[in-house]
Nanobody, 119 residues
């Protein structure tokens, strides 16, 4: 089991920045992949960014060059630094973790944190 707790959401003006945090209940080295998803009102859930064992990252085209995903093994925490934010970034952001286990993989979600980009 992995418990995930997000923090850092809030209201930001267009062009501003926010940093989201996702604290994991176990060593992030034991987690095969972690990622940030978002869900805007009336829309489906989409992958924003992911990071896998070894540190390789992947970003949605809509956030490339603006968002950066990272992780801190000392605190078992994953981050999403969001810069040059746009109103279209408004959504609930959710932390995700995938653990490969015998017979398959397990997936865990945080409760989500709301990000609102508005003037």
């Amino acid at each position: 089991q992995v418990q995930l707790v997000e923090s850092g959401g809030g209201l930001v003006q267009p062009g501003g920045s926010l940093r989201l945090s996702c604290a994991a209940s176990r060593s992030i080295f034991s987690i095969n992949a972690m990622g940030w998803y978002r869900q805007a009102p009336g829309k489906g859930r989409e992958l924003v960014a992911s990071i896998i064992t070894g540190g390789r990252t992947n970003y949605a085209d809509s956030v490339k060059g603006r968002f950066t995903i990272s992780r801190d093994s000392a605190n078992d925490t994953m981050y999403l630094q969001m810069n040059m934010m746009k109103p279209d970034d408004t959504a609930v952001y959710l932390c995700n973790a995938k653990v490969v286990a015998t017979g398959g993989s397990l997936e865990f979600w945080g409760q989500g944190t709301l990000v609102t980009v508005s003037s």
